[in-house]
């Protein structure tokens, strides 16, 4: 008779810490293998910093200033909303780097998948496996990619997060999950705190009142969190005639962060998904006003607005077309 096989096995203390210690994807940032987060308000850079550091795994390319080293392989990115505009911020990646066809790149996913449905995340999972697999999977954006759920949840999130689990075993890779600061940006990420203890990773990217971005280690299970990993601007790439997209460019820290600016662009956001077809700029930022006074919040000036809407309009979040606002993504 054949003996069972045994799932659990007891190991000697020294003998398991005698073991190889964790690896990394970028050095001392984001792990080989686990869960990661990447969180930020609306308009900050979070899509920006990660399609960078999609970029930098996917070349092999050393990280930052200090120059992390980065452990090359293959990035899917599931680009769950703006699929033009991510299309642009790829062209100006590779003309601002100076890429070439056959240089590495990312691989690209545009449908949106519902991480609420089993069916649909398998045929997500299925087809980054068929294609070759994923040293790492990128979630843009946590919120549109789990429709029909809520975020305050934590069933919910606790349905989303088994999904990108399976996602992880099934690569033996890292998922790094793009989302949303709450009301209070200060509280860290929106939602149920289920997702910040199912994370290896938690990175908080913020905009300073200069225009400079910051991006932050809030958690890190194998490594030193609390620390500032890169700060980095925003620069403009042109095509012919025109603004094509903007990169990543990484610059020694100016700036601090302004949390009231990015309280009220996230508000202008919520406003805006209200309406699909756009809205008048007038009529946006009277709601805007209306809805932070019906919270106990102060009314925002008008300058305030202006500031922040055009902060959105050059982030590639919003555009404006004559005097009407539209929601790109986020």
């Given at each position: 008779m054949t003996a069972p096989t045994q799932r659990f096995h007891v190991i000697n203390g020294r003998d398991f810490a005698s073991g190889p210690d964790p690896e990394w994807r970028i050095d001392g940032i984001l792990p080989e293998r686990g869960l990661a987060m990447i969180y930020g308000p609306s308009g900050c850079g979070k899509s920006f910093?990660?399609?960078?550091?999609?970029?930098?795994?996917?070349?092999?390319?050393?990280?930052?200033?200090?120059?992390?080293?980065?452990?090359?392989?293959?990035?899917?990115?599931?680009?769950?909303?703006?699929?033009?505009?991510?299309?642009?911020?790829?062209?100006?990646?590779?003309?601002?780097?100076?890429?070439?066809?056959?240089?590495?790149?990312?691989?690209?996913?545009?449908?949106?998948?519902?991480?609420?449905?089993?069916?649909?995340?398998?045929?997500?999972?299925?087809?980054?496996?068929?294609?070759?697999?994923?040293?790492?999977?990128?979630?843009?954006?946590?919120?549109?990619?789990?429709?029909?759920?809520?975020?305050?949840?934590a069933k919910d999130m606790g349905i989303v997060l088994g999904h990108c689990r399976a996602i992880q075993e099934a690569t033996n890779g890292l998922v790094v999950l793009i989302h949303h600061s709450g009301k209070d940006s200060e509280r860290g990420a929106r939602g149920s705190s289920a997702i910040r203890a199912a994370m290896d990773t938690e990175i908080e990217v913020t905009r300073g009142d200069g225009g400079q971005r910051a991006a932050r280690i809030t958690k890190q299970r194998d490594g030193e969190d609390g620390i500032t990993v890169t700060t980095f601007e925003l620069r403009p790439v042109f095509g012919t005639g025109s603004a094509l997209g903007a990169v990543v460019v990484h610059v020694e820290p100016t700036a601090v962060c302004n949390k009231r600016s990015s309280a009220i662009k996230d508000r202008i956001v919520e406003t805006l998904r209200a309406y699909p077809d756009g809205v008048a700029v007038d009529v946006l930022f009277m709601e805007v006003v209306s809805t932070r006074k019906s919270d106990g919040k102060s009314e925002p000036r008008r300058d305030n607005l202006k500031r922040s809407l055009l902060d959105l309009i050059q982030s590639g979040a919003v555009r404006q077309d004559a005097d009407r606002v539209h929601l790109l993504w986020e």
């Open positions: 910093f990660a399609i960078d550091a999609a970029m930098t795994i996917a070349r092999g390319k050393s990280y930052g200033l200090n120059q992390r080293i980065v452990k090359q392989g293959r990035v899917v990115y599931v680009v769950a909303e703006g699929a033009g505009g991510f299309r642009q911020r790829l062209r100006a990646y590779d003309q601002h780097h100076r890429l070439h066809a056959s240089d590495p790149t990312v691989s690209v996913i545009t449908a949106a998948p519902n991480l609420m449905d089993g069916g649909d995340s398998t045929l997500l999972r299925d087809a980054i496996v068929a294609a070759g697999g994923a040293d790492v999977v990128v979630i843009d954006t946590v919120h549109a990619s789990m429709a029909g759920g809520e975020e305050n949840s």
